[in-house]
């Protein structure tokens, strides 16, 4: 009966540790303590592989953003094609099971969370975390990085999206609805309507403003939790109501979205963003007072 107790104790407490939720943004002391974790997959998103190869931390594999964020005639930054991101990421050993942590370098904060926002919108979500202040950050701590290139197990997970990247049609459904509030995440004089070069300037018609600068602070971490939550407080009080962002071309936006989820709440990313809508007539468009 002793037995029988001690082995309900251990299997419950499995099971806790087992639904316990991986956390967005973790620090490099996190990392470093959870190097050896059999399912612990580490990225580095470099826009050059020579930086990978410099430097990264020991184990991490290189992730160019092209490969799950190409360029087409149709835009900047699409979603990438399921079959193709499969094999990207099992070449990286990324699994069903994974967890995956992203590490940035430098200030390259928005290519390495739209990586984030991909991976969740691949069939990735709640198994992504952000290393918050990136290689930087784990060099300062004093932990070591190598060239040593990895040695990789194929992986078996399958890419399934799961609707995070928007298209237009679904952001004027919900311009139409109010069931999502549009957030605009570029700096505020493009939003009030300073020119950017764009067709036409502003922002969309309704959607509130969270520049995605001031979520970040000098060292390209983000910012605190309740600092966050001071931003998206006057935009979004009630975390139960979608959020939708949307930027230049699909980058900044990723931000937005990356600390909306570290907070709770429900995010979506509008992929064509201001490179798309700012085209279209039809698609209505406003500036701050005193703009026109």
């Not at 037995?3 to 639904?19: K, S, Y």
């Not at 956390?23 to 050059?48: G, R, T």
């Not at 490969?67 to 979603?79: M, Q, R, V």
């Not at 078996?156 to 509030?181: E, I």
């Amino acid at each position: 009966m002793k037995q029988f107790a001690v082995g309900v104790i251990i299997l419950f407490g499995i099971r806790i540790a087992v639904a316990q939720p991986i956390s967005v943004l973790v620090d490099v002391k996190w990392l470093h303590e959870n190097l050896a974790k059999p399912n612990l997959v580490i990225l580095q998103v470099n826009a050059l592989r020579l930086d990978y190869e410099r430097e990264h931390i020991a184990g991490a594999r290189f992730l160019w953003p092209g490969w799950l964020a190409p360029d087409s005639p149709e835009g900047t930054y699409n979603a990438p094609d399921p079959a193709d991101a499969t094999e990207i990421l099992q070449s990286l050993g990324v699994s069903s099971g994974s967890h995956v942590v992203l590490c940035h370098v430098r200030n390259e904060v928005g290519p390495a969370a739209r990586m984030f926002l991909t991976l969740e919108h691949l069939g990735l979500k709640g198994q992504v975390s952000f290393l918050n202040g990136g290689l930087e950050a784990w060099k300062k701590a004093g932990y070591a990085v190598t060239k040593d290139l990895p040695v990789v197990k194929k992986g078996n997970f399958k890419a399934k999206p799961t609707g995070l990247l928007v298209d237009r049609f679904y952001v004027q459904d919900k311009l139409t609805t109010g069931a999502s509030t549009i957030v605009d995440a570029r700096l505020k004089r493009f939003y009030d309507g300073e020119p950017s070069g764009y067709p036409r300037d502003g922002h969309i018609t309704g959607a509130k403003n969270i520049p995605y600068a001031e979520l970040l602070n000098t060292s390209n971490f983000f910012k605190p939790a309740d600092s966050l939550q001071t931003l998206f407080t006057p935009v979004a009080p009630a975390k139960d109501k979608e959020l939708v962002s949307y930027c230049f071309v699909g980058q900044s936006a990723s931000i937005v979205y990356l600390a909306g989820r570290a907070l709770g709440y429900n995010m979506k990313l509008y992929d064509g963003s201001m490179q798309e809508w700012s085209r279209i007539d039809e698609c209505p468009m406003e500036k701050a007072p005193g703009k026109n």
